[in-house]
C-alpha cells in the first residue's frame, strides 16, 4: 500500500476543521443563495396560497353596500357656531335612535319579513364635524341594498317628524339617496388574491429557509469540496432512457478514468477501493463502469467483488450469465483454491473479474488475513489495473479493512440521499485505518444533467459530413483522447500541488 500522504493530509484538513467548528458549513450560505436554491418551494407555495385564497374568495356569497344620508339641522335665521354643535350633538343623538329595534321593526314591515336578517345588519354612522347621517346597508342584491338604506331613511325621517320635532326642534331630510351599487362591496377575490400572494411569499421564504437549516443533503460539487475539502474525480448524470443521457452517463466515467491516471502526482496507481458510506449509492455500477472504460483503453483490468453479503457486481459485468462464478474471493481466502482459478474472464476483453465466492463466517478477518494481501498483491501483477467493489462502510469492517491493501480509495457519494453526516461517518472510518482518499465521484449529480445531456443530444445527423469520425474509430481517440490527456494532466498537477 502506497502512502499518499497528500491525499490523507487534506482529508484530514477538510474534515478536522469543519468538525472543529461544531457546525455545517450550510448556516454560512447567503441568503440569496439559499432561496434560489429553494425557487420551486417557494414558487409553489406563493402559487398554492394565492389559488386556494382566489378559489374560496370567488366561492363565497357576494354582498352589495350602498348608503343614504340624511341632513339634521336646527331651524335657524343665521348660521352660528352654536347652532351648527347643537346639530351635530343632534345627530349623534339620532344614530343612537335610529338603531332602535322599533326603527328596524317598521323598516321590515315595511319591505317584507324575509329582509329581516338584512335589515338587522344595516349600521349608522354620523359623520365626524359634520350633521350627516350615514345609513350603510349590505344584502345579497344590489336592489335589496338600496331598497333597505332608502326605506330606512324614509321610515326615521318620518319618525323624526312625528314624534321628536316638538322636542328637538330639528328638522331631519334625505339629504343622498342611496344609489344602486354595480358591484360587490366583498368578496373582492383579485385584492384578497394579492394580499395572499405577499403573505404567501414571506412564508415560503421562511419555510425555504427552514428547510434548508433542517436539510441535511449536500448541495452540490462545489459545497462537498468546500466542506469536506475532497477532489472531485467525476460527476455522474442520472442515466434516463434518452440515447443522450446514457451517452453522458457513459462519458462521465471515462472522465473518472483518465482524472485517476493523473492522481498518483506521477506515480502509478494499480489497485483502488471503492467504497460509498451507504448502500445504493452506485459504488457497483461505478466500478463495473470503470473497469470496462479502462479495458476499453487497452489496458488490463481486474475487478474484484469485495462484498460478501450482496454481490452485485458479477451481474453488471456480465448480465447474461445464468450461473454465479465459482470459485470466488472467498474460497481463496479460506485456502480452497489458487488465485489462477478465482480469475475468471468475461466477455468483454481485458477485462477479468474475481466473484465473491460463497459467503464466509467472518468475512472482515479473512480481508484481514495475510492471505488477503498476497491476493492483492498477485492480482496487481497480473493486471495494470485493481478495482475492488467494497461493502458499503456502514455495514461493517469490510470496506475498512480492503482500503488498507489498495493504493487509493474512491469515495462515490449519492447526491439524492447523502448528507453531511453520511459523508463525515465514511472519512471518519476511512481516517481511522489511514486509508489514501483520491477524491470523490458524485453520482446522480442533477446539476449537470442539462449541460451533459444537451451537448450529447447532438445525434450525428447534426454532425455535419465532413467532420464525422471514420468507420470504426472510437470517439475516445484524436484530439477528444488529447483534450481529456491534458485535462488529466491538469488535474494531476492540482493533486501535486494540494498535497504539497
Known sequence: MRDWSGRVSIVDRGYDERESSGRSDRGSDAPLGILLGRKWLILATVLLTM???????????????????????????????DTVQAGQAIARSYADLIESSNIAQDVTDEIGRAAAGDVAATSFEPL?????????????????????????????????RTDLNETTDAEIALADEAPLPGSPARPKPVLYTLIAGVLGLALAVSLALLAHRLDRRLGGWEEVERRFGLQLL???????????????????????????QFAGGGSTMRSIAVVSERPGEGKTTAVAKL?????????????????????ALEKALDPDRKQPMRPGLSNYLVEAATIDDVVHATSRPNLDVVPSGPLPPSPSALLDS??????????????EMVLIDCPPLSVGADASVAAKWVDGVVLVIDMDVATDRSVRNALRQLKA?????????????????????????????????????????????????????????????????SGA
Do not use: C, W
Open 128 to 160: 365626524p364635524e359634520t350633521q350627516l347621517l350615514k345609513i350603510k346597508a349590505e344584502a345579497a342584491s344590489p336592489e335589496r341594498a338600496k331598497e333597505i338604506a332608502d326605506t330606512y331613511a324614509d321610515v326615521f325621517t318620518e319618525y323624526a
Open 291 to 311: 473497469a470496462e472504460s479502462v479495458a476499453e483503453s487497452g489496458r488490463r483490468v481486474v475487478a474484484v467483488e469485495g462484498d460478501f453479503r450482496r454481490p
Open 51 to 81: 389559488g386556494a385564497t382566489y378559489a374560496v374568495s370567488s366561492s363565497l356569497e357576494k354582498v352589495y353596500s350602498t348608503e343614504s344620508t340624511l341632513l339634521i339641522a336646527l331651524p335657524s335665521n343665521e348660521s352660528s357656531f
Open 234 to 260: 467525476a460527476r455522474v448524470p442520472l442515466r434516463r432512457r434518452s440515447q443522450a443521457s446514457v451517452m453522458a452517463f457513459e462519458e462521465a466515467y471515462r472522465i473518472l478514468r483518465t482524472n485517476l
Open 370 to 383: 495475510v492471505r488477503a494481501h498476497e491476493l492483492f498483491q498477485g492480482l496487481v501483477e497480473r493486471a
Open 433 to 497: 485505518v489511514q486509508a489514501s482518499l483520491i477524491g470523490v465521484v458524485l453520482n446522480r449529480d442533477h446539476a449537470i444533467e442539462d449541460t451533459a445531456y444537451g451537448y450529447y443530444g447532438k445525434t450525428p445527423e447534426h454532425i455535419s459530413e465532413d467532420v464525422r469520425l471514420p468507420a470504426g474509430a472510437s470517439s475516445d481517440n484524436g484530439a477528444g483522447a488529447e483534450e481529456t490527456a491534458r485535462n488529466g494532466r491538469r488535474f494531476g498537477r492540482r493533486r501535486q500541488r
